[in-house]
């Protein structure tokens, strides 16, 4: 039915289902928000002669609920990244135009001067249901209208076929139609709808180019454009350009050492491959970029952050314990890399933003942890950990260097665009399944989570440092990360105080994701992404 595309994966068709289900979840936010009638109450229209002849039709209740299925049909049928990008926007657009219209001017409907009789069929029945779940307020502009014909524009652009692509719009008119017959809108809410909804596409077609990057599409590579930051990255570079190590260099005990539990082994895994997906956001950085002083910078992070990930396999393999698959949070965030574009600067400030995400679990979190379990308490362990906390540091420094840059020049509603890239709402799924994963295991072996707090704190406070962050909506998006950690830390504090966390069950739990990671992707992902496999 559509252009041509690559074999699709199960993972492929979970990315999807879960994309369909977040546009869902938003598009009734902001019908939730209309809902509540903030500024006035809802005001009743008169009916005009032809909303008064147009029959009522209770069977067509079956064809006005379709928009739900039709949109997920949609989002399977997506071929490609910027298919995917345009259809949220298209329905985010929709969804916010509406929600505007709702509070701005409510509206009521009626449905009093059609009621259902006592005795129901199955379509009387199914039109009751509606009713009872759906008040008869927001009414014009239609957002059912406008989100079937926004949907109906962006599916059948990327139909192949010519006799298929009016299907879609076919529909729309169709659907558009029920609503006037089950008696859920009036006569003019359903211009005012399709006008939404073309408006909708209209500004998903502007923001997502045709040229294939999608949003990200207006690019300039990175750089390190005003002299304050030329100067702070040549300033970076020169230090870490003097604080450059190898592995050898290390005293390394001789092995093997007395085994480790395995719940330390497990966290050791889950530690490696969140080492090797910050070394693989710097070596993207490192293709965006032109300036020579990032190029390097960005290069030698990669080598450390592998560095890093090949001494803690070295630790594992000292202690005789064998490398295990990557965790759910991991393993969905190595696959994100497939939809990553070096030519996007959504994509790139996306990444640029994550990384401190991961500094963050390592610098506060779980690896200065690790110096102080008993079986890991060693002078050479402590060096390792030594030198890995002052590379993040630099790697933190060169972060916030360049997103401080880059909120100067995507500030306020000009970097909303950047908040409509997918890779943003799938790394927030993928991130607390991470986070589970390892902080989970450190508990269980005596991680003090109030550590935690001050980094929140301090990451959460952060803008007021770099007032230039404030209107940064990516910025907003890490903040959001933030919250929930520090949320998250507040009630695992709570739970265990009162003796309610169970933290058995959550690692048992992740064992259980972990497994269906495996089945889902397996050893095909480390080799695309050229990591050591575990053993068979």
Same mark, same amino acid.
């Given at each position: 039915?559509?252009?041509?595309?690559?074999?699709?994966?199960?993972?492929?068709?979970?990315?999807?289902?879960?994309?369909?289900?977040?546009?869902?979840?938003?598009l009734l936010f902001w019908y939730g928000l209309g809902k509540l009638?903030?500024?006035?109450?809802?005001?009743?229209?008169?009916?005009?002669?032809?909303?008064?002849?147009?029959?009522?039709?209770?069977?067509?209740?079956?064809?006005?609920?379709?928009?739900?299925?039709?949109?997920?049909?949609?989002?399977?049928?997506?071929?490609?990244?910027?298919?995917?990008?345009?259809?949220?926007?298209?329905?985010?657009?929709?969804?916010?135009?509406?929600?505007?219209?709702?509070?701005?001017?409510?509206?009521?409907?009626?449905?009093?001067?059609?009621?259902?009789?006592?005795?129901?069929?199955?379509?009387?029945?199914?039109?009751?249901?509606?009713?009872?779940?759906?008040?008869?307020?927001?009414?014009?502009?239609?957002?059912?209208?406008?989100?079937?014909?926004?949907?109906?524009?962006?599916?059948?652009?990327?139909?192949?076929?010519?006799?298929?692509?009016?299907?879609?719009?076919?529909?729309?008119?169709?659907?558009?139609?029920?609503?006037?017959?089950?008696?859920?809108?009036?006569?003019?809410?359903?211009?005012?709808?399709l006008a939404v909804g073309l408006i909708a596409h209209y500004l998903?077609?502007?923001?997502?180019?045709?040229?294939?990057?999608?949003?990200?599409?207006?690019?300039?590579?990175?750089?390190?454009?005003?002299?304050?930051?030329?100067?702070?990255?040549?300033?970076?570079?020169?230090?870490?350009?003097?604080?450059?190590?190898?592995?050898?260099?290390?005293?390394?005990?001789?092995?093997?050492?007395?085994?480790?539990?395995?719940?330390?082994?497990?966290?050791?895994?889950?530690?490696?491959?969140?080492?090797?997906?910050?070394?693989?956001?710097?070596?993207?950085?490192?293709?965006?970029?032109?300036?020579?002083?990032?190029?390097?910078?960005?290069?030698k992070f990669a080598e450390e952050e592998r560095r890093h990930a090949?001494?803690?396999?070295?630790?594992?393999?000292?202690?005789?314990?064998?490398?295990?698959?990557?965790?759910?949070?991991?393993?969905?965030?190595?696959?994100?890399?497939?939809?990553?574009?070096?030519?996007?600067?959504?994509?790139?400030?996306?990444?640029?933003?994550?990384?401190?995400?991961?500094?963050?679990?390592?610098?506060?979190?779980? !690896?200065?942890? @690790?110096?102080?379990?008993?079986? *890991?308490?060693?002078? &050479?362990?402590?060096? =390792?950990? %030594? +030198?890995?906390?002052?590379?993040?540091?630099?790697?933190?420094?060169?972060?916030?260097?360049?997103?401080?840059?880059?909120?100067?020049?995507?500030?306020?509603?000009?970097?909303?665009?950047?908040?409509?890239?997918?890779?943003?709402?799938?790394?927030?799924?993928?991130?607390?399944?991470?986070?589970?994963?390892?902080?989970?295991?450190?508990?269980?072996?005596?991680?003090?989570?109030?550590?935690?707090?001050?980094?929140?704190?301090?990451?959460?406070?952060?803008?007021?440092?770099?007032?230039?962050?404030?209107?940064?909506?990516?910025?907003? !998006?890490?903040? @959001?990360?933030?919250?929930?950690? *520090?949320?998250?830390? &507040?009630?695992?504090? =709570?739970? %265990? +105080?009162?003796?309610?966390?169970?933290?058995?069950?959550?690692?048992?739990?992740?064992?259980?994701?972990?497994?269906?990671?495996?089945?889902?992707?397996?050893?095909?992902?480390?080799?695309?992404?050229?990591?050591?496999?575990?053993?068979?």
């Amino acid at each position: 039915m559509t252009a041509s595309r690559t074999i699709r994966t199960p993972a492929d068709w979970a990315k999807r289902i879960a994309m369909w289900l977040f546009s869902l979840a938003f598009l009734l936010f902001w019908y939730g928000l209309g809902k509540l009638e903030l500024w006035r109450p809802a005001t009743l229209l008169p009916l005009t002669a032809i909303d008064r002849a147009i029959p009522f039709l209770p069977w067509t209740v079956w064809l006005y609920g379709t928009f739900t299925w039709a949109s997920l049909l949609a989002w399977l049928d997506t071929p490609d990244r910027r298919s995917m990008a345009r259809l949220f926007a298209t329905i985010a657009f929709a969804s916010i135009l509406c929600g505007l219209a709702f509070i701005a001017y409510p509206t009521t409907f009626p449905r009093e001067l059609w009621p259902l009789p006592n005795d129901l069929g199955p379509s009387m029945r199914e039109l009751a249901e509606l009713r009872n779940a759906d008040s008869p307020s927001n009414c014009t502009p239609s957002l059912h209208v406008a989100l079937c014909f926004g949907l109906a524009a962006t599916w059948s652009s990327w139909i192949e076929r010519r006799a298929l692509r009016p299907l879609p719009i076919l529909w729309a008119v169709v659907v558009s139609a029920c609503t006037l017959t089950t008696k859920q809108h009036y006569l003019i809410d359903v211009p005012s709808g399709l006008a939404v909804g073309l408006i909708a596409h209209y500004l998903a077609i502007r923001l997502v180019s045709e040229a294939g990057r999608g949003h990200l599409a207006d690019v300039p590579a990175l750089r390190a454009q005003a002299p304050d930051v030329q100067a702070q990255v040549q300033k970076l570079r020169r230090k870490v350009e003097g604080h450059q190590w190898a592995l050898d260099g290390l005293d390394w005990p001789e092995g093997p050492l007395p085994p480790l539990d395995p719940t330390l082994v497990r966290l050791i895994n889950e530690l490696i491959y969140i080492e090797e997906i910050a070394g693989m956001n710097f070596r993207l950085l490192a293709r965006a970029s032109v300036d020579d002083d990032l190029v390097y910078l960005y290069d030698k992070f990669a080598e450390e952050e592998r560095r890093h990930a090949d001494g803690l396999r070295r630790l594992l393999e000292l202690h005789g314990a064998e490398l295990r698959g990557p965790g759910l949070g991991n393993t969905l965030v190595l696959d994100e890399f497939d939809a990553l574009d070096v030519d996007s600067d959504a994509d790139m400030y996306l990444v640029a933003v994550a990384n401190p995400v991961f500094e963050t679990m390592l610098d506060a979190g779980t !690896v200065p942890f @690790l110096r102080s379990h008993p079986a *890991l308490q060693s002078a &050479w362990f402590e060096d =390792f950990v %030594q +030198r890995v906390t002052r590379d993040e540091a630099a790697h933190m420094l060169l972060n916030w260097i360049i997103i401080r840059q880059a909120a100067r020049r995507d500030r306020g509603l000009k970097g909303l665009r950047l908040l409509l890239n997918p890779s943003v709402y799938r790394g927030m799924v993928a991130v607390p399944f991470m986070s589970l994963d390892v902080y989970s295991l450190a508990h269980r072996m005596g991680y003090r989570f109030e550590t935690l707090i001050p980094a929140f704190k301090k990451l959460w406070k952060l803008h007021r440092r770099y007032p230039e962050l404030a209107r940064y909506p990516l910025w907003w !998006v890490f903040r @959001l990360f933030v919250l929930c950690g *520090l949320v998250a830390t &507040w009630v695992t504090l =709570f739970l %265990q +105080r009162t003796g309610l966390l169970f933290i058995r069950f959550w690692c048992m739990f992740t064992q259980v994701t972990d497994a269906l990671a495996w089945l889902a992707f397996g050893r095909g992902l480390l080799r695309k992404r050229g990591l050591p496999e575990p053993p068979r």
